[in-house]
Structure formats: structure tokens, C-alpha cells
């Protein structure tokens, strides 16, 4: 059974860092690639990054390139988005999600969802 | 970046009904887009993908066409677990992009 487990968000002030997780099992994990999105509250979706199966390539969403990156470790099946400089704007729920496959570019695996609140 | 407008962004509709809910692109995107449904306090679920092909285990009652700029979801016939909001999302290229959403609501 594939599960997503989110962990790593929480309170943090404005211009703060905070490193999300997203443990991954019931799959060969280093062949996926995975991404982030996220949810402000009562809002929609908005895709956040992505990275390759081996880490090699990554893509961000205009709002947080430069200051979010992506990685993963596929000896822990694990994937992170490591969040600088956060923003009130950056609250929101966020998401792991599967790519549903190579190149597919669609979610057909999400996480629960971790909430990161960003206020002083 | 492609632009995703969606409509209605709420809808009212009975079980049983037909409702369709439309996602237009700023830009061609082929027939690279997905649809989702979203219950409040759940992640998304995949129902829809390439525009037309049914997720596995998502019901026949749920379709999608459409190719270029213009795309439309159908559920032929509302159940009351249907009720939920509705996300499409485009394929095409990064920055991949998400429609604002349709809530649908019972009548």
C-alpha cells in the first residue's frame, strides 16, 4: 500500500526557515518523481516544486523559487522542501504528492498534508 | 505561465443530476490536463488524466474531454458523495498550474 507521511510543519515568524519531510512506502521510491503542493486556507491548489527521480532535475513555482528547495534521499525514501525566508503568504497545508508516472506530470499518490503557519 | 479558469466556481445540483464543469487555458495545452476532487480536510484525488482517462477504481459516471484550450468535466449523474470541489490541473509544462476550483454543492 503507498503511503505519504508529511511531518515538519508548525508555528515560525516571518523570514524563519523550516525543513518539510515526506516519507514514502509501498513503492520502489527511487523511481518516482515527486512534488509539493500546497493549500493556503480555504484557498486552492497551488503547485509548489518537483524533482527527478534521482534528484538531478528540479522545478519550482514563481512564488518560491529562490527561496524553497527541493531534495530527496532515496536511501531513506524520503523527500524535503527545505523553506527559507517564509512569508505570512507561504501559510498553507502542505502536500507530498506521487507523479503518477515518468513525465506524467499528475498526482495520483498525496500525503495527509502538514500545516505551516507563518506569523509573528 | 498557462492560466487555468474554471467555471462555475459553485454550483447547486441535485443526486442525479448531470453536471459539467468546464477549465480553460490561456495557451494550447494539447490534451495534457487532470481533473481532481477535493472533500474538505482530505487531500486531492486523481480522477481524471491526458484530459479523458479514467483513473483507476474512479467511476464511469466521472468524464473528461477536450484538447487545446477548452476542457469539461461530467458526472453523469450526481451521487451524494460527489458532493466536494473540483480542481483541474495542466500538464504541459512547469510551473505546473491548478483552475481555481468548483465547489459543488447539494440543492
Known amino acids: 500500500q503507498v503511503q505519504l507521511v508529511e511531518s515538519g510543519g508548525g508555528v515560525v515568524q516571518p523570514g524563519r526557515s523550516l525543513r518539510l519531510s515526506c516519507a514514502a512506502s509501498g513503492f520502489n521510491f527511487n523511481t518516482y518523481v515527486m512534488h509539493w503542493v500546497r493549500q493556503a486556507p480555504g484557498e486552492g491548489l497551488e503547485w509548489v516544486a518537483v524533482i527527478s527521480y534521482d534528484g538531478g532535475e528540479k522545478h519550482y513555482g514563481d512564488s518560491v523559487r529562490g527561496r524553497f528547495s527541493i531534495s530527496r534521499d532515496n536511501s531513506k525514501n524520503t523527500v524535503y522542501l527545505q523553506m527559507d525566508g517564509l512569508r505570512p503568504e507561504d501559510t498553507a497545508v502542505y502536500f507530498c504528492?506521487?507523479?503518477?508516472?515518468?513525465?506524467?506530470?499528475?498526482?495520483?499518490?498525496w500525503g495527509q498534508g502538514t500545516l505551516v503557519t507563518v506569523s509573528s | 505561465d498557462i492560466q487555468l479558469t474554471q467555471s462555475p466556481s459553485f454550483l447547486s445540483a441535485s443526486v442525479g443530476d448531470r453536471v459539467t464543469i468546464t477549465c480553460r487555458a490561456s495557451?494550447?495545452?494539447?490534451?495534457?490536463l487532470a481533473w481532481y476532487q477535493q472533500k474538505p480536510g482530505k487531500a486531492p484525488k486523481l480522477l481524471i488524466y491526458?484530459?479523458?482517462t479514467l483513473q483507476s477504481g474512479v467511476p464511469s459516471r466521472f468524464s473528461g474531454s477536450g484538447s487545446g484550450t477548452q476542457f469539461t468535466l461530467t458526472i453523469s449523474s450526481l451521487q451524494p458523495e460527489d458532493f466536494a470541489t473540483y480542481y483541474c490541473q495542466q500538464l504541459n509544462s512547469y510551473p505546473l498550474t491548478f483552475g481555481g476550483g468548483t465547489k459543488v454543492e447539494i440543492k
Open positions: 495557451q494550447g495545452i494539447s490534451t495534457y
Open positions: 491526458v484530459a479523458s
Open positions: 504528492a506521487r507523479d503518477r508516472c515518468f513525465g506524467c506530470r499528475s498526482f495520483d499518490w
